[in-house]
């Protein structure tokens, strides 16, 4: 599969927000496919093998197009109305730009993480994008139109600039063949490259049939894992038969139900958009945050020292292919990253700094505020074993189980599969 491996090197991790393996340790190898081939269905389309579409997908080339997206996410958290947005670093601006921009793209855009979004999508070549996230009553767009990248939020009127997207890092990263930008669950094609770059042997994957997706005829991918204990039941992606662009890409859980994630277009054309589209001029009135500004604030915030009672064990480098966000967490306290099993079932073994695990009303930390306390064991389910206790926290597709002695084991697995896990790592 090396041709699929070649030509989604360096595509951005969409799924982050689908199947957080960077934060579960989730990794699998390269794909392998036993040939499959379609069932006859509507459209009736030639039939097709599993490795010849996977092929078509990895070879689709698409530099123009257009098109309305609608994604739906429902991991099953608690809704937190308002307060997420107070964890999210530079998230909640204001008008005075003390506390960030309310159109900075890193933090606008983790709202898609959750609920249902409309977004509208162009794309013309390598450098020309436009992503607009529909509400009822506002519209949130990021524009990136040669070395100029925008980004504007008409509820607030405040807009975001970044001379240069090479240069505006996280913040609003560049963005190739149609790409949004970094760390976004936007197009059904990104979500698909990600999936496919980590099934393996542990991975069930065959053509399932036909489908119309925004009036253009498509065949069905079905991945499956072949392990029991996933928490992950399946992912169909509707692949264009034409130009072999993924139009629909969701993911249903193992405990069935709705799908946890729900991406497809609505609406698609392949014609180069106007090139109108991709022009910006802030409104008269607008506030305008400079993203070398954010950079600049963001490096005067940082602590100067190192804190002095930061673990003396802590690795000097961290392993080049580790993902951003475990190595974040490593450089925040985490240390010892273990990763027990492989595939679907893979799980992460992690130690929390100081060596306990999280605080009560009777911890050394700290008294826990009776109300806080109940809703923290409202959210977890309390369990036991050779390990000691613990407590699970559960969402439809990932899970954690933090023990008392400060060990965290995670994965996109079942409740009894941590428990087994710290069981045996005794």
């Known amino acids: ?140 767009s990021v524009i990136h139109n040669g070395d100029e990248v ?103 859980p193992a405990g069935g139900g709705k799908a946890v994630v729900d991406a497809g277009f609505t609406k698609v054309d392949f014609s180069k958009p106007g090139a109108s589209t991709f022009d910006f001029t802030p409104p008269k009135g607008a506030k305008v945050t400079e993203g070398d500004d954010l950079k600049a604030r963001d490096k005067s915030h940082a602590p100067k020292e190192m804190p002095k009672d930061m673990p003396k064990d802590m690795p000097k480098d961290m392993p080049k292919d580790m993902p951003k966000e475990l190595r974040d967490a490593q450089g925040g306290g985490m240390k010892d990253l273990k990763v027990i099993g492989e595939g679907w079932t893979s799980i992460a073994e992690l130690k929390l700094p100081g060596g306990q695990g999280l605080p009560t009303g009777g911890s050394a930390s700290g008294d826990v505020p009776p109300e806080a306390q109940k809703f923290m064991d409202a959210l977890g389910d309390h369990v036991t074993g050779k390990f000691g206790s613990g407590t699970v926290f559960s969402t439809r597709l990932v899970n954690a189980l933090v023990t008392d002695d400060g060990k965290v084991y995670a994965g996109a697995v079942t409740k009894d599969a941590l428990v087994k896990a710290a069981n045996a790592a005794q």
């Open 1 to 140: 599969m090396a041709p699929y491996e070649s030509e989604s090197a360096g595509r951005r991790k969409a799924t982050r927000y689908v199947v957080p393996v960077a934060v579960v340790g989730v990794a699998a190898a390269t794909i392998g496919l036993v040939p499959a081939l379609a069932d006859s269905g509507n459209p009736d389309l030639p039939k097709i093998s599993a490795q010849q579409l996977i092929e078509k997908i990895a070879k689709s080339d698409v530099q123009q197009m257009s098109g309305t997206v609608k994604i739906s996410t429902d991991l099953g958290l608690p809704s937190l109305g308002g307060m997420a947005g107070g964890f999210t670093p530079g998230a909640g601006g204001s008008s005075d730009g003390k506390a960030g921009s309310s159109a900075d793209p890193q933090s606008k855009l983790t709202e898609l993480a959750t609920g249902t979004h409309t977004l509208r999508i162009a794309a013309d070549g390598s450098d020309r994008h436009k992503l607009s996230v529909l509400d009822s009553a506002a519209e949130y």
């Open 150 to 252: 925008w980004a504007y939020d008409s509820a607030s009127n405040e807009a975001y600039h970044a001379k240069d997207a090479a240069a505006a890092g996280d913040r609003a990263a560049k963005h190739p063949k149609g790409e949004t930008p970094k760390g976004v669950p936007a197009t059904p094609k990104e979500l698909a490259d990600e999936v496919l770059k980590a099934s393996g042997k542990t991975t069930s994957i065959s053509v399932e049939g036909t489908s119309q997706v925004a009036g253009r005829d498509a065949y069905k991918l079905l991945v499956k894992p072949k392990q029991a204990g996933s928490t992950v039941g399946g992912i169909t992606i509707s692949v264009d038969a034409k130009t072999g662009v993924p139009l629909k890409f969701t993911l249903t």
